[in-house]
C-alpha cells in the first residue's frame, strides 16, 4: 500500500454524523427540496458531484425507479436503484428530459453542502459514506466496484482493506 489511495475518519461520514445529517435533510426536506434531494442523491448513489450536476431528465428511468449516472473520470456508467420517496423527490425536479435536474455549478452545490454539512468534510465524503455503508452491508466488493463506477477493482479495494484493518484491530486490540 505504498502509494495508493488511503481511507481514514476524515474522508466519509461516521454513523453518528451521517445520522445529523439525515436528520436536517429530513427537517429542510420540504422547504429546501432540490438542496436536500441532491445530497440525498448523493448519499444514496455514491456519484460525484460532477456525475451528479450532469444528471438529466433522460437520466431518470420512471418504471425500474432509477437513476443512469455517466461515469467521469475514466469510470463507467451506471444504474443506481433508489428508493421511491427518494426517486419521485427527484423526478419532481425534472423540467425537461433534456434539461440538468441540478441545474447549478459546482460552486454552489460546494455552498449547499456547507450549508448541510453534520461536520467538517468535503461533498465526496458522501461517495466514500456510500461504498463503505454498501461494503459492510454486502460484503461484495465487486458490486462495490460497479455501483462507484470503478474500472479496476484495485480502485475499490481501499474500503474492504478499510473496514478489515479496523474490523481485525478492534478484534485484537480491545
Request: proline share 2%; aromatic share 10%.
Amino acid at each position: 500500500m505504498s502509494s495508493r489511495y488511503q481511507l481514514n475518519k476524515s474522508k466519509y461520514l461516521l454513523q453518528s454524523e451521517e445520522s445529523e445529517l439525515k436528520r436536517v435533510l429530513n427537517l429542510f426536506g420540504s422547504k429546501d427540496v432540490r438542496d436536500t434531494a441532491m445530497i440525498e442523491l448523493a448519499l444514496n448513489t455514491g456519484a460525484r458531484a460532477s456525475e451528479l450536476l450532469n444528471i438529466t431528465g433522460f437520466d431518470l428511468e420512471t418504471e425500474s425507479q432509477t437513476v443512469f449516472i455517466k461515469g467521469i473520470k475514466g469510470s463507467n456508467d451506471r444504474e443506481i436503484p433508489l428508493r421511491p420517496k427518494l426517486f419521485k423527490k427527484i423526478e419532481s425536479l425534472k423540467t425537461t428530459e433534456e434539461k440538468r435536474v441540478f441545474n447549478i455549478s459546482y460552486p454552489r452545490l460546494v455552498q449547499i453542502w456547507l450549508n448541510y454539512r453534520p461536520c467538517i468534510k468535503k461533498f465526496h465524503s458522501l461517495r466514500h459514506t456510500f461504498a463503505l455503508n454498501l461494503y459492510k452491508k454486502t460484503k461484495d466488493i465487486r458490486l462495490v466496484q460497479v455501483a462507484l463506477g470503478h474500472r479496476s477493482i484495485q480502485n475499490t479495494m481501499i474500503y474492504a482493506d478499510y473496514v478489515y484493518t479496523t474490523n481485525e484491530l478492534r478484534k485484537l486490540i480491545l
